[in-house]
């Protein structure tokens, strides 16, 4: 699904568009939370901006990926519903599959290292979903999603690459732009791409004039050598205190999707992050996990020119091990 040899042209499935983000938005009403849009008048100060920040730290299961994972399920037919999905993530997707999956009553398998943290593991679990585990070392846990799928007739529900999670991770950026109106600037993190994919059609949507710039590891920056090298670029596993954007490619369609809608890619540094995850807590109270720091790193760390500008920030998700965070 994600290798160097995609051709644009063959997409692997429809790339969603503009449209597609109104409608997950209405399937998604009374399901996801409408999480609160957030000011600063410090970081206005510092910054010469006026900045919005989408607080998905609040969202369902702590992460804008609750988003996604249930416009996804809910767009099973239903035989896939009787069945059931599969995800495999040790991440926020797990989590948001397991939930969403619960809250549709359909069941839900969930790929997880063995050695996945215990609490990752109990919050997955206690959503209901049954979970198979595998070793990390040895296994490969795509091909073990994949044979699940097979023999149990399964749904595999990916984490970025699927139009209908591009379409649920987009309704966060379209409900910022419901309330401030038109934007300068929207700033998103990037990972796979699902969420700036997502964000990108909203903005398409709502705001057509608006630059839209994706933020990435500084290690892990293979969005940024993909759009300039006009092909998907695949990497190792980049080492990064960002773990829900230590992606290895994107896919064809957020591929897609990136090259058409999206200005430019940036990237900010694990110390970057760390001092934007201090602000955020020290101005704004806010508790914000590494990944979910990489748009705000662009504005507060002026790794972009946000001066004079009104601007989008995707405060992604919050889930970070709070005696880890004690220590960072
Ligand atoms: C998954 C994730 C991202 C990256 O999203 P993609 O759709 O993979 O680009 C960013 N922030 C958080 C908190 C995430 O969980």
Redesign the pocket.
Same mark, same amino acid.
């Given at each position: 699904m994600v290798t160097d040899t995609v051709s644009p042209s063959l997409p692997s499935s429809p790339i969603p568009c503009p449209d597609d983000v109104r409608a997950a938005a209405d399937r998604l009403a009374g399901l996801a939370h409408r999480t609160p849009v957030l000011t600063s008048r410090t970081f206005d100060e510092r910054t010469g901006a006026r900045l919005f920040f989408k607080a998905?730290t609040f969202q369902r299961t /702590? !992460? %804008?990926?609750f988003r996604?994972a249930a416009n996804a399920i809910a767009r099973l037919t239903e035989a896939q519903r009787r069945r059931g999905v599969v995800a495999f993530s040790s #991440?926020?997707?797990a989590q948001a599959i397991a939930l969403a999956a619960k809250l549709a009553e359909v069941p839900a398998v969930i790929v997880m290292p063995a050695d996945a943290p215990a609490i990752k593991r109990a919050a997955t679990e206690g959503y209901g979903a049954e979970i198979v585990s595998y070793d990390r070392y040895t296994e490969d846990r795509q091909a073990i999603g994949n044979r699940l799928a097979d023999e149990r007739g399964l749904t595999l529900i990916p984490? %970025?690459n699927h139009p209908d999670? *591009?379409a649920g991770?987009g309704t966060a950026a379209l409900e910022l732009l419901e309330e401030t109106g038109p934007l300068d600037l929207l700033l !998103?993190? =990037?990972?796979?791409?699902? =969420?700036? #994919? /997502?964000t990108a059609l909203a903005a398409a949507l709502l705001s057509p004039g608006c630059t839209v710039i #994706?933020v990435e590891p500084e290690a892990g920056n293979d969005g940024q050598q993909s759009l300039a090298a006009g092909r998907i670029v695949t990497i190792p596993v980049p080492q990064t205190l !960002?773990d829900? !954007?230590q @992606?290895t490619a994107l896919g064809d369609l @957020?591929f897609a999707i990136l090259r058409e809608l999206v200005s430019q890619i940036v990237t900010a540094t694990d110390a970057q992050l760390l001092r934007v995850m201090r602000a955020l807590a020290e101005r704004m109270k806010l508790v914000v996990?590494p @990944?979910?720091c =990489?748009a705000a790193a662009a504005a507060l760390e002026g790794i972009v020119d946000v001066r004079g500008k009104r601007v989008g920030v *995707?405060l992604? #998700?919050?889930?970070v091990d709070v005696s880890l965070y004690g220590r960072l």
């Open positions: 998905e /702590g !992460a %804008f990926k996604g #991440g926020n997707h984490p %970025f999670v *591009i991770q !998103a993190p =990037l990972g796979g791409g699902g =969420l700036l #994919g /997502g #994706g !960002a829900g !954007a @992606t @957020t996990e @990944t979910g =990489l *995707i992604s #998700g919050g889930n």
